[in-house]
């Protein structure tokens, strides 16, 4: 009889420690979603020459950043796909996942570095390097941000 009880003890703290469990991890939710709230939209645009780049920046209440990037690069390349990273001081590092036309079915995903200066964001060159199937800005080698083709400034967002 001291064995049953025991065991329906033993039983009612696991599932009282479950559901203090299930309660925690729900908070946890909710605060990453209220993390994830976005707070401000800024869209962008860069043209060199026959290439046609158009950004749109979501800002989130926790600081990081996602969006959307088109590329039409002449003469018939489109690359569209999402971004998300954070800024370090003046420079917006992300990673952009994308689908290129002439590749369909392919998904791709390259590091990014952008320099705020003023009001443009300035797209830099720096040296990629992938291991092990990822693609990220080697952090000994400086990003070139002067010598550059695109180089974005404000535009208005397009409603969709």
């Known amino acids: 009889m001291r064995k049953i009880i025991l065991s329906c003890m033993l039983l009612s703290f696991v599932g009282l420690q479950s559901c203090k469990n299930e309660e925690k991890q729900k ?4 605060a990453k979603a209220e993390g ?13 020459e026959k290439d046609t780049l158009q950004l749109k920046l979501n800002t989130l209440k926790n600081g990081k950043l996602t969006g959307d990037l088109t590329m039409n690069i002449a003469p018939s390349t ?5 971004l998300e990273g954070e800024f370090h001081g ?13 590749d369909k079915g392919k998904i791709f995903k390259n590091p990014m570095a952008l320099l705020k200066r003023n009001k443009q964001l300035i797209l830099g060159n720096g040296t990629m390097q992938t ?20 180089k974005f400034d404000s535009a208005e967002c397009a409603t969709k």
Do not use: H, N, W
């Open 90 to 102: 003046d420079t917006l590092f992300v990673d952009y996942t994308f689908k290129d036309s002439a």
């Open 36 to 48: 994830e709230k976005v707070v401000g939209t800024e869209c962008y645009q860069a043209i060199y």
């Open 27 to 30: 908070a946890i939710e909710a």
């Open 78 to 82: 489109v690359r569209t796909g999402e």
């Open 131 to 150: 291991t092990m199937g990822v693609t990220y800005l080697v952090k000994d080698k400086p990003i070139d941000f002067e010598k550059v083709k695109y």
